[in-house]
């Protein structure tokens, strides 16, 4: 599968604000004092304070220090700035621009040299916008509505016409990606992934059938996802990457995610289908 123009994230500054109560509000988030952060900045409880409450309007340099103490996205980063009165700092490339070439071909090539293990690229609201040969196996038989340009990996793993038939521990995965996006939606404050969360954790979970054997327990390393392809079990774990100090919201918002096989029949298996 080749990369895909994504869906922008709507920001979800709010509008109307100054600096001062966006600030409060992301460092309420992160549950600091105004005492922790004014040291982490090196800056002072007074000043953070005055910038607060509008007594003072911080620097264009203050603003962007006070983001990355609190580890403020890419995105909202511009939010603070236009709310303080300074002009964004952060490029938001369409990801077809000409001026990404090397990123994507650079991704493209990356989970191409993973496989046959699968692996893909998602943006900030779990559009796949990349993804190699192990993921297409993994997807075989999954209808086109959910696998059409631009899919939705949450909603290819967790739809019931998905993946989430074929996943042996669903509870426990389905488990693993809700707190997932929990935490993404608690990090960008997006009501898009917030309108996602609410579609794929409505979705019904498969009882458990009558006579099922307790599952055993995990002896993996991390949890795994445990899917059937074609009759037998494969097993693998998770990793998730992301750009070094990234300076456009674009590549900011990308995720590289691969599946590393969990036990030596999972990896023997998918060199075999390779062959």
């Not at 409880?45 to 509008?54: D, M, N």
């Amino acid at each position: 599968m080749t990369i895909a123009a994504s869906d922008p994230t709507v920001s979800a500054a709010v509008t109307g604000q100054g600096v001062g109560p966006l600030l409060r509000a992301w460092r309420e988030r992160r549950r600091l004092s105004q005492l922790e952060l004014a040291l982490r900045a090196d800056s002072s409880a007074r000043h953070i304070s005055f910038v607060e409450t509008g007594r003072s309007r911080p620097s264009e340099e203050m603003v962007l220090r006070l983001a990355e103490r609190l580890d403020v996205p890419v995105r909202e980063r511009n939010a603070l700035l236009l709310a303080a009165g300074y002009a964004p700092r952060f490029r938001q490339t369409p990801l077809q621009d000409p001026a990404l070439d090397a990123l994507r071909a650079g991704m493209e090539r990356l989970i191409r040299c993973y496989e046959p293990y699968p692996a893909l690229v998602v943006d900030a609201g779990y559009t796949v916008v990349a993804a190699n040969r192990g993921i297409a196996m993994l997807l075989e038989g999954v209808p086109e509505s959910l696998t059409a340009p631009a899919p939705n990996a949450m909603r290819l793993t967790l739809h019931p016409e998905g993946l989430a038939p074929r996943i042996r521990n669903l509870r426990e995965w389905r488990g693993h990606l809700l707190a997932q996006m929990e935490r993404e939606i608690a990090l960008h404050r997006s009501d898009r992934l917030r309108v996602l969360y609410e579609e794929v954790a409505a979705y019904p979970v498969p009882e458990e059938p009558p006579g099922a054997e307790p599952a055993e327990p995990v002896p993996y390393f991390a949890l795994p996802l445990r899917i059937e392809h074609a009759g037998r079990i494969l097993s693998f774990v998770s990793s998730i990457s992301t750009f070094n100090t990234p300076m456009d919201v674009t590549v900011a918002e990308l995720a590289i995610e691969t599946f590393l096989p969990a036990d030596p029949a999972t990896a023997k298996y998918l060199h075999t289908m390779a062959g």
